[in-house]
């Protein structure tokens, strides 16, 4: 359990292993939008309740309510940051540097969700700011015609 919390290892990482993990779910992106968009929101739903007995194990095995080093949430928030914007070079710098935004200020609710008992905390701010990361990528993405650039 304590593996796939720590996104088989990359949340041991000393410096900022939350950013590690959010660059760990690009590829999940990639693969995932392989699939229709109701494959899509069946697999981001899926993460999101395997995602609440992971990090929470994975928390209290490492003493805890929200340690660093678990980053299964951030890993699994990614898909929803690219559902309403194809994944390119220039969606992917943007959408990662809006969810890192977001995942770091946690705007209300997000704040309010951290703060929810074991892995649905864990999972449900980093879910939130997934959602604002999205809303902001599809606006950057229409602004600046980025969906278009490969």
């Not at 209290?60 to 929200?66: E, H, I, P």
């Not at 994944?87 to 959408?95: D, H, V």
């Amino acid at each position: 359990m304590l593996l796939l919390g720590t996104g088989l290892g990359i949340g041991w990482i000393p410096v900022a292993p939350g950013t590690f993990g959010t660059l760990w779910g690009l590829p999940l992106v990639w693969g995932i939008q392989q699939f229709p968009l109701p494959i899509q929101c069946l697999v981001i739903i899926g993460l999101f309740i395997i995602g609440i007995p992971i990090c929470g194990r994975s928390a209290k095995l490492m003493g805890t309510d929200d340690p660093g080093g678990v980053v299964f949430d951030e890993i699994a928030a990614m898909p929803i940051v690219f559902l309403v914007t194809p994944l390119t070079w220039p969606t992917a710098i943007f959408g990662f540097l809006w969810f890192r935004v977001f995942d770091i200020l946690k705007p209300p609710p997000a704040s309010r969700l951290e703060k929810m008992h074991g892995g649905l905390g864990i999972m449900a701010d980093d879910s939130m700011a997934g959602i604002y990361a999205a809303v902001a990528l599809w606006g950057t993405a229409k602004i600046w015609g980025l969906e278009t650039l490969v």
